[in-house]
Each structure stands twice: as C-alpha cells, then as structure tokens.
C-alpha cells in the first residue's frame, strides 16, 4: 500500500511539474503587452516611447531587442547593477522582458544634436581609433551610422545621449560595469583618455540612422 501511495505521489510530481513547466514556456514577443509594461514602470525615466528627457538616462527607442534583453537579464542576474534599474528590473518575468525589449525596439528614436567642434574630433575616433594607443574604432562593432548588430548584442548608440554614452565609457574604464562579452569595452575604455571619451560621445549624440 505504501508503495503504490509513493508511486502515486511521483507520477502526480512528475505531472504537476510538466504542468509548471509548459506554463512557463514563452510566448512569442508581444510589443501591444511591452508597452503596457513600459507605461507603467519604465516611462517615467525612459520617457514616453522610449525617449528620455534626462540626458544620463538612456534613449531605448529603436534599440535592438536582443540587447535590452540581455541587459534587463543582466540587471536580474546581478551582473550589472544600478541602484535605480536593478529594484525595477528584478520583478520582471522573463516574459515582460521580452515584451518590454519588443515594444521599445519597434519605436522612433528622437536623435540628438551634437557640440560641432568636440564631434569633430570624435568623428576621427569613432571610424578610426587611435592606433597610438591601441583603441579600436567604434565603427568595427557598432557600425557606420552608430545603429550596432542585434545578434551580436552590440547596441545602437546612434543618437544616444552623450551625457549617458560618456558616463557609460566612464564606468567600463572604471570597471563599475563589468557585463560587457569579454571584457571587451573595458579594455577599449581603459585605453581612451577623458578627452577622447568627451569628442566620442559627443559625435555618437549627433549620429543618425
């Protein structure tokens, strides 16, 4: 009797977390529920649409969803961390991630215009490097126009705003951000001097698709 009652119970387990499991499977990405998501917690700093307002936040609209995705699961694992995205990100199913990625993705990103004379010199850097000094250029893994590779996971920053793009580059060189494949911005950052950092981010700003 004993064994059979321990044999119902397994099946039922085995059952119950089949169960669990196939509710857990993801949907396809729906942009209709990611932006209901991003009305609710992500506008307020991101703005409306994905276009913030405040240049030390980042611009999401238009951003590649492979990349959001990535950082909203990063910010969950505790491999990136900020004190204002890691309590936000945190309660976010793997689901909304993939909803919020989706909705921001498909949206119009404002642009940005940039200070001539620092873009100037950072248009140099950006397509070029600086061979002196062993940094590579920008355009290598972001692209020409700054829009980036979604499979690869190397983000638009066309049109991003500089106070952001600089204070990023910042903390690569710093290491405080630390989640970026194989430590490659940071050997990049590491290599770049605050001027360079300052003309770079001024011409990503005024770069457009």
């Known amino acids: 009797m004993k064994k059979t009652w321990l044999t119902t119970v397994s099946v039922a387990a085995v059952l ?19 932006e209901t998501k991003a009305n609710t917690i992500c506008m ?32 969950k694992a505790g491999n990136r961390y900020n004190v204002q ?16 990625a989706a909705y921001f993705s498909t949206q119009t990103q404002s642009g940005g215009l940039a200070d001539r ?11 070029a490097g600086n061979p002196a000094t062993g940094v590579p250029a920008c355009s290598a893994c972001h692209g020409p126009a700054g ?4 499979l690869s996971k190397f983000p638009r920053i066309s049109g991003q705003h500089a106070d952001y793009a600089k204070q990023t580059l910042e903390y690569f060189r710093k290491g405080e951000r630390a989640n970026d494949p ?9 290599r770049m001097s605050d001027q360079e ?11 457009s698709n």
């Open 197 to 207: 950092i300052a003309a770079v981010s001024q011409y990503i700003q005024g770069l």
């Open 117 to 127: 004379e620092l873009a100037a010199k950072g248009e140099a850097l950006y397509r």
């Open 182 to 190: 194989n430590g490659m911005m940071r050997g990049i950052a590491a």
């Open 16 to 34: 119950a977390s089949g169960l669990a499991q196939a509710a857990e499977e993801l949907q396809p990405a729906d942009p209709a529920r990611g």
């Open 44 to 75: 307020a700093c991101h703005g409306p649409q994905g276009n913030s307002v405040v240049p030390l936040w980042p611009k999401l609209a238009g951003q590649h969803p492979e990349y959001i995705m990535k950082q909203l699961m990063d910010f």
């Open 85 to 100: 995205m890691t309590p936000m990100a945190m309660p976010l199913t793997e689901q909304e991630v993939l909803d919020v």
């Open 147 to 150: 829009m980036g590779q979604g």
